[in-house]
């Protein structure tokens, strides 16, 4: 039986992998379930998983829940906690699915007491993806993507020799607008922006879907995992969604790996491997289907992909400036403040005032997100 830590139990990777517990009775224990403001829903989760401790950053919603709750399970507020949260003695696995950057303290704090990392927080290796990979290859700790792409491509070296991959194919759906030019996306609504067509998400990475700084991400991810040049990775757009991922390799074999569009399948895979389980999760009919399309992404319209790239390749603290940049300009479109093609300007504004620092420390990394982000919310005010 393996322990878990749920970081972000309450969010919608949290709540899947909850689903994957129930559908392997014997297999897992939760240990910790840690969560931001959701009192009620991690209560509910409490009475049922019966952790030994429970944890919201919130220090409100943790009194909230306190104020009610009389059990067993020791309850805890504070960033503090969460930290002690990752490093929970018991926890054979940390499932880090925190939204945004506030996933990286705790995945490095998990990594220093030797766990192994079920990651579902692509801005931990976004921001700092060599920090963070040095430290697990120095605690001898195992990073198991749990994003569908991740996991597919990983799915896919499995018994491979990866001197031998040639490129990684990142496959993305297009989102709300495929086919659509910048004219076309002046005045969309929050609504066209979350209506994703395949997938159902968080709002903070179904915005990312559309703007496509969502597969950005993954690139500067991808890079950061698999040890390969930004060269070497190729996105293209796949509007049905099924085959998650694919890697060419040097003989001109191309690997692919091909599900439905549930999340739970690379959960499953993540928190079992190297065993593959039996699941009742929905199966691919591809009668039904009856076929598969692949076509260039558009990064002049959908310039999130564009400029991740560009981060990418400068390096050092500029994935974290971007993806400072882009947490603040979509919280801002969340809230009415700011229109969809703002999130552009707002992300390009901070990469070009940013002063860069190479081979950055943990702090230098915090610095340049907190400067991102004052220098974005500045722009917003204008």
């Not at 517990?21 to 998983?49: C, W």
């Not at 020799?161 to 490129?167: I, Q, S, Y």
């Not at 882009?326 to 969809?340: P, Y």
């Not at 907190?370 to 204008?382: P, V």
Request: hydrophobic share 40%.
């Amino acid at each position: 039986m393996k322990n878990l830590v749920i970081l972000g139990s309450t969010g919608s990777i949290g709540t899947q992998t909850l689903d994957v517990v129930r559908e392997n009775p014997g297999l897992f224990h939760i240990s910790v379930l840690v969560a931001n403001t959701s009192d009620e829903l991690i209560e509910k989760q409490i009475m049922e998983f019966k952790p030994e401790l429970a944890v919201l950053s919130d220090n409100d919603a943790a009194e909230r829940l306190k104020s009610r709750y009389s059990g067993p399970v020791k309850i805890q507020g504070g960033r503090q906690a969460v930290l002690e949260a990752a490093v929970y003695p018991d926890a054979d696995v940390v499932v880090t699915s925190l939204m945004g950057f506030a996933g990286l303290e705790p995945t490095l704090a998990a990594l220093d007491a030797h766990k192994d990392i079920a990651l579902a927080n692509k801005e931990t290796l976004v921001v700092a993806g060599e920090l963070v990979m040095a430290k697990a290859r120095e605690k001898g700790c195992a990073i198991l993507p749990v994003d569908s792409e991740h996991c597919a491509l990983f799915q896919c070296l499995q018994g491979q020799d990866r001197k031998a991959v040639e490129k990684l194919i990142l496959t993305a759906s297009g989102g709300p607008f495929r086919g659509k030019k910048t004219s076309d996306l002046t005045n969309v609504t929050k609504k066209d922006v979350l209506a994703h067509p395949t997938w159902n998400m968080g709002q903070k990475i179904t915005v990312d879907s559309a703007s496509l700084v969502n597969k950005g991400l993954e690139v500067i991810e991808a890079k950061w995992l698999y040890g390969v040049s930004y060269d070497q990775i190729q996105v293209v757009v796949h509007p049905q969604s099924i085959v998650h991922s694919m890697i060419q390799y040097h003989d001109g074999t191309v690997m692919a790996q091909l599900g439905c569009t549930d999340m739970r399948l690379p959960i499953q895979y993540a928190l079992t491997y190297p065993d593959r389980v039996k699941s009742h999760f929905p199966r691919v009919d591809f009668y039904e289907l009856g076929k598969l399309t692949f076509e260039k992404p558009d990064m002049e319209t959908f310039r999130g992909l564009k400029l991740a790239f560009e981060a990418g390749r400068t390096g050092g603290t500029m994935p974290c400036v971007m993806n400072a940049a882009n947490e603040v300009a979509v919280g801002a479109f969340l809230k009415g403040e700011a229109g969809f093609l703002k999130i552009y300007d707002l992300i390009e504004n901070a990469m070009d005032k940013a002063k860069v620092e190479y081979n950055p420390s943990l702090e230098q990394l915090l610095e340049a997100d907190r400067w991102a982000r004052e220098i974005t919310q500045k722009e917003l005010s204008k």
